[in-house]
């Protein structure tokens, strides 16, 4: 039996003046995908994502959510945003946060105070913020306060979620926290994952398909289809090496001074050492 995609673009492009982000893009995403968009600075990745929340609109072709046109506010789709830290005017306790959550989830429905309460306990404890439950947001740290946006994200149980650099200033035990509770929202629940991220190692068990864009193009495909020097070199225009040290994907510009985007920082020498060079 077919599904209906969560997410289908079709033959979509977008573009600011003559600036051609990606064109003649078609893609269907299923129920419990999980998609990573990689690509260097300024490649549209954000903009990728805001055709779905329906805050860009696309300037050819058409995207659907549910077999429905993008509208802004949709229920079905939840958003882990790029981090921008609260401000000290955010008069809000971390529960406070996911709350509004899981308040804001169903509109017109409203929960039960201990059946929220109850729900919110749960997400914490999901995201690993029990301990700071009832601190003022303002006071956190970046990395505190982000695990809370997956919180809040998740508490709609979304039909796509998206995820725009969700690992930023998280140290390595949550990003992989982080990134394991989204997977199990694709899993167990059947969202769809977008994932933007400079850094695919994270969740390198996780991907099923790679968005890459770059230079106003794509590719799409497997994370081997799309992860290959040949592909990227393409893709760029310039040569690119993509190499795997120790099970992790290491992409550096052709000459081999420079770590592109979708690797770590700190390669050059690791790579030197396991090729021998
Ligand atoms: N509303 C807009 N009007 C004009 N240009 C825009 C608009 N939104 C984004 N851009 C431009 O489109 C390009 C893509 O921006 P976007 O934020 O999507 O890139 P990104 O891949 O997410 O970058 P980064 O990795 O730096 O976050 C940038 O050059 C940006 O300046």
């Given at each position: 039996?077919?599904?209906?995609?969560?997410?289908k673009?079709?033959?979509?492009?977008?573009?600011?003046?003559?600036?051609?982000?990606?064109?003649?893009?078609?893609?269907?995403?299923?129920?419990?995908?999980?998609?990573?968009?990689?690509?260097?600075?300024?490649?549209?990745?954000t903009?990728?994502?805001?055709?779905?929340?329906?805050?860009?609109?696309?300037?050819h072709?058409?995207?659907?959510?549910?077999g429905?046109?993008?509208r802004?506010?949709?229920?079905?789709?939840?958003?882990?945003?790029?981090?921008?830290?609260?401000?000290d005017?955010?008069?809000?306790?971390?529960r406070?946060?996911?709350?509004?959550?899981?308040?804001?989830?169903?509109?017109?429905?409203?929960?039960?105070?201990?059946a929220?309460?109850?729900?919110?306990?749960?997400?914490?404890?999901?995201v690993?913020?029990?301990?700071?439950?009832?601190r003022?947001?303002?006071?956190?740290?970046?990395?505190?306060q982000?695990?809370?946006?997956?919180?809040?994200?998740?508490?709609?149980?979304?039909?796509?979620?998206?995820?725009?650099?969700?690992?930023?200033?998280l140290?390595?035990?949550h990003?992989?926290?982080?990134?394991?509770?989204?997977?199990?929202?694709?899993?167990?629940?059947g969202?769809?994952?977008?994932?933007?991220?400079?850094?695919?190692?994270?969740?390198?068990?996780?991907?099923?398909?790679?968005?890459?864009?770059a230079?106003?193009?794509?590719?799409?495909?497997?994370?081997?289809?799309?992860?290959?020097?040949?592909?990227?070199?393409?893709?760029?225009g310039?040569?690119?090496?993509?190499?795997?040290?120790?099970?992790?994907?290491?992409?550096?510009?052709?000459?081999?001074?420079?770590?592109?985007?979708?690797?770590?920082?700190?390669?050059?020498?690791?790579?030197?050492?396991?090729?021998?060079?």
């Open positions: 039996m077919t599904q209906t995609p969560i997410v673009f079709e033959d979509a492009r977008l573009a600011f003046g003559s600036r051609v982000l990606w064109e003649q893009l078609d893609l269907s995403i299923a129920a419990g995908e999980f998609l990573a968009v990689l690509g260097p600075n300024g490649s549209g990745k903009s990728f994502i805001n055709t779905m929340l329906g805050t860009t609109a696309l300037n072709g058409r995207v659907s959510i549910a429905e046109p993008v802004r506010g949709s229920a079905a789709v939840g958003l882990i945003p790029q981090q921008r830290p609260f401000g005017n955010v008069p809000l306790r971390a406070d946060l996911v709350a509004l959550g899981v308040d804001g989830a169903k509109p017109g429905i409203r929960m039960a105070r201990r929220v309460r109850n729900k919110v306990d749960e997400l914490l404890e999901l690993g913020a029990s301990g700071y439950a009832n003022a947001v303002s006071d956190l740290s970046g990395g505190e982000q695990r809370l946006r997956a919180a809040q994200a998740l508490a709609s149980d979304p039909r796509v979620l998206l995820c725009d650099e969700p690992l930023l200033s140290d390595l035990n990003q992989q926290a982080i990134s394991e509770v989204i997977h199990r929202q694709a899993v167990e629940r969202s769809a994952v977008v994932f933007v991220t400079h850094e695919i190692n994270p969740i390198l068990p996780y991907v099923d398909r790679v968005l890459y864009l230079e106003g193009r794509f590719h799409l495909g497997s994370v081997d289809e799309v992860m290959q020097s040949s592909v990227l070199t393409e893709l760029y310039a040569p690119v090496a993509v190499l795997r040290v120790n099970g992790r994907i290491v992409v550096v510009s052709g000459d081999g001074t420079r770590a592109l985007p979708a690797d770590g920082h700190d390669h050059i020498e690791d790579i030197e050492l396991e090729t021998g060079k």
